[in-house]
């Protein structure tokens, strides 16, 4: 009789621990694909790759393209002789309502202002100005603009770069990020230079700049190869490209070392706190920390990495930066199905919008779809 208690007291027991670590597990953001969110582009318009997507104050959403790298095949109607009754490059900014509903497009070359040789980097701040970037090796700028394409200011000139320590031009600025308390814009520059550099939002006047671990960046380290890379020591610095910076509410700075497969945290001045590396065996060399956002409640509760070489978006509980959740993680074009993601933003409901480089050269809608366990 004691035996037989004994066993079911042991049992009641493993029955309550189960369920103390089921009730325990961190509810995590869920998420679906939208497929049919956006309108089709009105005047036979089509997009070549996505170089950024961000999304303003109104949950409108904004798409940077690359006309350029639209195939003969997709612009026939643009070719002289025409080829083909479809289609015409769009204008490389694009603006959709909340809805899909296409509002405006704009933006490429024009008088007093240095337009980019491959479109990069886009972000709406608080003001509804426009910042864009570039990422090829004579984009050395930064533009800002209204949201109607009124030039407002250049900082930096092209093919002007004199590396990873000058304090007026950029090196292939690749993420943009306005932090509204200090008035700054954060710039993850980039696929040429190594380092964060930080201008006053409306002057353009240069503050500070840092590189990895929050050093004086060295552009004369050299990187292993790839296999040594990914294995060996963490690096000393930000490998090619800085990919993404953003800045939480918390006065906390993330940078995305994209080729290094890590994410650093950082003080606003630059000071150092910690880093974390994302599938860090990943070989391929695009690496796995493309591109980041935050959750939008008012503790910024999970950070978002856009893990590009899985095919992923990696949800990270950002006070711990665990990966509590993944989102995809199967290649391809289909809904479901990523390509080569290259850029996210959110907006105040929790959905996510995404953009393609390569042969992806798609932007499109996860539609946040509450918490679960």
Not at 140 to 159: C, D, E, R, S, V
Request: glycine residues 10%; proline residues 6%.
């Amino acid at each position: 009789m004691l035996g037989v208690l004994v066993i079911a007291i042991v049992a009641i027991a493993i029955v309550q621990q189960h369920a103390n670590g089921q009730a325990s597990r961190t509810e995590v953001p869920r998420f679906e694909p939208d497929p049919l969110w956006s309108q089709a582009l009105p005047n036979k318009w089509v997009n070549g790759q996505v170089g950024g997507t961000a999304v303003d104050s109104h949950d409108n959403v904004w798409v940077f393209h690359r006309p350029a790298t639209i195939p003969d095949g997709e612009k026939g109607a643009s070719l002289n002789p025409p080829q083909s009754e479809c289609c015409i490059p769009a204008p490389p900014v694009l603006e959709f309502d909340t809805n899909g509903k296409f509002l405006q497009a704009w933006g490429g070359p024009g008088q007093g202002y240095e337009w980019f040789a491959s479109e990069h980097g886009i972000l709406v701040d608080s003001k509804d100005n426009v910042w864009l970037s570039g990422n090829n090796k004579e984009d050395n700028q930064i533009l800002k603009f209204t949201n109607k394409g009124k030039f407002l200011m250049q900082i930096g000139h092209a093919g002007k770069n004199r590396g990873s320590n000058d304090t007026e031009n950029l090196g292939g600025p690749a993420g943009l990020f306005i932090y509204p308390k200090t008035n700054e814009l954060f710039v993850a520059d980039g696929y040429f230079n190594h380092r964060v550099i930080v201008f006053d939002a409306d002057t353009g006047k240069y503050k500070r700049h840092w590189g990895a671990y929050g050093k004086k960046p060295d552009d004369s380290l050299k990187f292993p190869p790839r296999p040594q890379l990914v294995q060996g020591a963490a690096p000393e610095g930000f490998n090619n490209p800085v990919h993404a910076v953003l800045v939480t509410n918390d006065d906390l700075v993330y940078v995305a070392d994209r080729s290094n497969n890590r994410l650093q945290v950082f003080k606003l001045d630059g000071t150092f706190i910690k880093e974390v590396f994302i599938s860090r065996s990943t070989l391929q060399n695009e690496g796995t920390v493309h591109a980041l956002a935050v959750s939008p409640d008012k503790e910024q509760k999970f950070l978002y990495v856009v893990d590009g070489s899985n095919k992923a978006i990696r949800v990270l509980n950002r006070q711990t930066l665990e990966i509590v959740s993944s989102v995809g993680g199967h290649a391809g074009h289909n809904a479901r199905e990523f390509f080569h993601i290259h850029s996210v933003a959110i907006d105040s409901k929790g959905n996510l919008f995404l953009g393609e480089v390569n042969n992806g050269q798609r932007y499109y809608k996860y539609a946040f779809k509450g918490m679960a366990k």
